[in-house]
């Protein structure tokens, strides 16, 4: 049977994962969705035809949205996640499995705000699930059982890889997948803002940029592959590439992107503290 979802706080994240499940064939009259603003909540709709009510406008909405659904995703920022959970609690069915999508809220945090026993799972998504291509990390809660587990993977399955690991490691996978796919738009802006300094008009050096990540990105999709190995396919012995990746490698690219991921988990940790 086809679960009920309650997402609440449909913006960027919790729409992304909205639009995958819908595109992955989900009914949209098995979907509910709240926002803040009236706004926001009528665009929702009008969009992907999943009924919508504004937190803002009608005090209700998320009690709405949560009673008798299956499972509650919540995505509102970090910093409303425990207060929106805490509100939520009286219309909780005691089986319903709630998802939190929030950077550095701790299953603990989560589980002090439900009830006790409540099935909670611990989510790190991506955008790229709106268009069926998402990475998921997940950790599951003290009260999670393997149901559960499998709940909260059928909302992302559909539309992206999901894997579980310790909640130790979630703001790793935030640092990497999390935040990801704002380093793959950081990449194309910059080949684009290169290639404008060459001498190219931006409009087409954005859509080489764009295609030629979207393209990359495509190539990566299959299964056991190497990205080094693609690497070395377009890099000939001597030839123009390997003369850009020296460059790369000599102005420290690659540990930049290490220290921004390490800069990524220590934001994470101090927001924990500050949020729990
Ligand atoms: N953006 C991303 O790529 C990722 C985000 N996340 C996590 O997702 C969460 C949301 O981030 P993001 O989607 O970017 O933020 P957005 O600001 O895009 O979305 C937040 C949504 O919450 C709504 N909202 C605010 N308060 C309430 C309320 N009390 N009741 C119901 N709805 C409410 C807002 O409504 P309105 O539109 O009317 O303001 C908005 O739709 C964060 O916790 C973040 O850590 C995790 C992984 C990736
Ligand atoms: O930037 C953030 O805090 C959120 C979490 C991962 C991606 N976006």
């Not at 992955?24 to 926002?35: E, Q």
């Not at 640092?175 to 404008?196: I, K, N, Q, R, T």
């Not at 087409?204 to 299964?223: F, N, P």
């Amino acid at each position: 049977m086809t679960d009920t979802i309650a997402f609440l706080g449909t913006g960027n994240m919790n729409g992304a994962i909205l639009r995958g499940l819908l595109a992955a064939g989900h009914p949209a009259s098995s979907l509910r969705a709240t926002t803040r603003s009236g706004a926001s909540a009528t665009a929702l709709s009008t969009e992907t035809g999943v009924e919508a009510k504004a937190a803002g406008e009608d005090a209700s909405a998320n009690a709405w949205a949560v009673e008798g659904a299956d499972v509650v995703v919540l995505g509102v920022k970090p910093v409303g996640i425990a207060e929106l959970a805490r509100q939520i609690a009286p219309q909780l069915r005691p089986d319903t499995v709630v998802l939190s999508v929030a950077a550095a809220i701790t299953l603990a945090t989560l589980e002090a705000a439900l009830p006790a026993g409540q099935p909670v799972v611990r989510t790190m998504p991506n955008t790229p699930l709106q268009v069926g291509a998402g990475a998921v990390g997940l950790s599951r809660g003290s009260s999670a059982d393997d149901a559960a587990v499998a709940s909260a993977t059928a909302v992302f399955g559909a539309s992206g890889q999901v894997f579980e690991v310790p909640e130790a490691q979630i703001d790793a996978v935030s640092a990497v997948s999390g935040s990801g796919p704002a380093y793959a738009f950081y990449l194309a802006e910059a080949m684009a803002d290169g290639g404008v300094a060459l001498g190219l008009d931006r409009e087409l050096a954005v859509k080489l940029a764009a295609a030629t990540v979207a393209g990359a990105g495509r190539m990566l999709e299959q299964e056991g592959v190497d990205p080094a190995a693609l690497r070395r396919a377009v890099t000939s012995p001597n030839g123009t590439t390997e003369r850009a990746i020296a460059v790369f490698d000599a102005r420290g690219v690659r540990e930049a992107i290490a220290e921004g991921e390490k800069a990524a988990t220590d934001r994470a940790t101090q927001l924990s503290i500050e949020l729990a």
